[in-house]
């Protein structure tokens, strides 16, 4: 970052002339960004500019200026064992996930997220939204990371019915008591500028339905997101048809859970019927294109998701944290898995993933004033160096950006009009010292016991040779 920009940045009221703007209808030259008390108050043609912004207006040549990505769904305390996930079959959560989340402590949580947010600001990420179970004590530490990196947070607080499966024995908590834990979850995060709270249920595998119902009713009334899992894998799918004689996704519409409010992950194994469904209750889906390639039984329909008018979104589900690689996988997955069948070269197009890595993204999330730059939207932004013969000569920008763009073109990213991250490094801490402090602590959390890997790693398969 050049220091006119630094100093720049550091006034209340700023206005920016980027070779390339990207607005809700698409990427715009001539055009300006101007920000006042963390909003954005212009986004428009420069001769739309006032006079006094146009007069201290920094211009940048050579750059772009695009919404901040926000990852729609990932698991922050599952950031060390993204790795261990290599060459496993589908099935993973209950031998990988459920022993690492659980032996976290106060400070494994504080330290799981705040490197997961290092890793997603220098990914282009000024948004995330976390699925989790927490107890208000992990809470804090997982909202004091975020504080301390600026990122900004959809945190999530709940309870489960039932430990272990709803059908294995009686319930472990009352329907009041999981409320009280969302009723408490409102009040810890209403202090922060910039967390937000939410909900997660465990789906079928910990509640009955009327309980899902209850929590979804309740959700809506406080005005949060509600987090669920649905038709993720194969035995989820099986397991409630064998259940109920219905799908995961119908049996939520049947039992009143869907509905605006509801943030869906991963719907990979969706129906045209379900597809409908989340259509006419209006819920949102994360789609998580990495988590398919890497760990997944399928790939969502997100082709369907943005032809039938299905909210939806990007995320990372733990696997990788880099937005430009997940706009990548998001249209890579649909050509191989719907559009080579059927001679669909366009995949989406290029603004359909951008367009849901951002504002589809925000949507999703619950945040309606992020994920866009027009006036009145928070001024969450990434400032890019467009000047590398990789995305030049520019052509078509969107298409750039999924399939040419790096994380090491990000000058900056901002959220609430303040730089968070410049030239891959935090702004205010040491990224590279708290990497380095709690590196031993990331080995020991991701191999408490408990953890079982069934592939191993990837050199106990190399073809062994004779020694000389």
Not at 61 to 83: E, N, S, Y
Not at 84 to 110: C, F, H, K, S, T
Not at 114 to 126: A, D, H, N, P, Y
Request: hydrophobic share 40%; aromatic share 8%.
């Amino acid at each position: 970052m050049t220091n006119d920009l630094l100093e720049t940045l550091k006034h209340k009221r700023f206005a920016l002339k980027p070779e390339i703007l990207l607005t809700r209808n698409g990427p715009r030259k001539n055009h300006a960004l101007a920000v006042e008390d963390g909003r954005v108050v212009f986004a428009g043609p420069l001769p739309e500019l006032s006079p006094t912004d146009a007069a201290s207006a920094l211009s940048l040549p050579g750059h772009a200026i695009v919404p901040g990505f926000i990852d729609a769904h990932t698991h922050l305390g599952q950031t060390f064992g993204k790795i261990l996930i290599g060459g496993e079959p589908a099935q993973i959560w209950r031998r990988l996930w459920v022993p690492m989340e659980n032996a976290l402590d106060d400070e494994a949580a504080y330290v799981s997220a705040k490197w997961q947010f290092l890793e997603q600001l220098r990914g282009g990420f000024t948004g995330v939204v976390n699925y989790a179970l927490n107890d208000s004590s992990r809470n804090a530490a997982v909202h004091r990371a975020a504080e301390e990196t600026g990122i900004r947070l959809r945190s999530s607080a709940g309870l489960d019915e039932f430990d272990g499966e709803a059908a294995s024995g009686g319930a472990a908590r009352s329907l009041a008591e999981i409320l009280a834990r969302i009723d408490a979850h409102i009040e810890e995060t209403a202090h922060y500028a910039r967390v937000t709270p939410s909900v997660s249920s465990s789906s079928f595998f910990g509640n009955r339905p009327e309980t899902l119902a209850a929590i979804s009713e309740h959700a809506s009334k406080r005005g949060i997101l509600y987090q669920l899992h649905a038709n993720e894998h194969f035995p989820e799918v099986h397991d409630c048809i064998l259940a109920s004689g219905k799908r995961p996704l119908e049996l939520l519409n049947e039992t009143g859970v869907l509905g605006p409010h509801v943030l869906i992950h991963h719907a990979t194994l969706a129906t045209d019927r379900e597809v409908a469904l989340l259509r006419e209750t209006g819920a949102a889906v994360a789609y998580n294109p990495v988590a398919s390639e890497w760990k997944g039984n399928a790939v969502a329909p997100a082709l369907a998701f943005a032809a039938h008018g299905v909210r939806f979104g990007l995320g990372s589900d733990n696997t990788r944290f880099d937005g430009f690689r997940t706009l990548d996988a998001a249209e890579h997955a649909q050509r191989l898995a719907f559009g080579l069948r059927t001679a669909d070269f366009s995949a989406g197009a290029g603004w359909t993933w951008v367009d849901a890595i951002t504002r589809g993204s925000a949507d999703a999330a619950g945040w309606s004033d992020v994920g866009v730059l027009e006036p009145g939207a928070r001024a969450d932004f990434l400032i890019l160096d467009t000047d590398r013969p990789e995305t030049q000569p520019s052509w078509d920008f969107e298409w750039e950006l999924v399939r040419y763009y790096n994380r090491d073109q990000i000058v900056a990213v901002l959220v609430d009009g303040r730089p968070v991250l410049a030239a891959g490094q935090p702004v205010g801490w040491d990224g590279r010292e708290f990497v380095r402090q709690y590196r031993e602590l990331a080995v020991r959390v991701g191999s408490v016991p408990g953890i079982k890997r069934v592939h191993g790693a990837s050199d106990l398969y190399r073809p062994k040779t004779a020694q000389k």
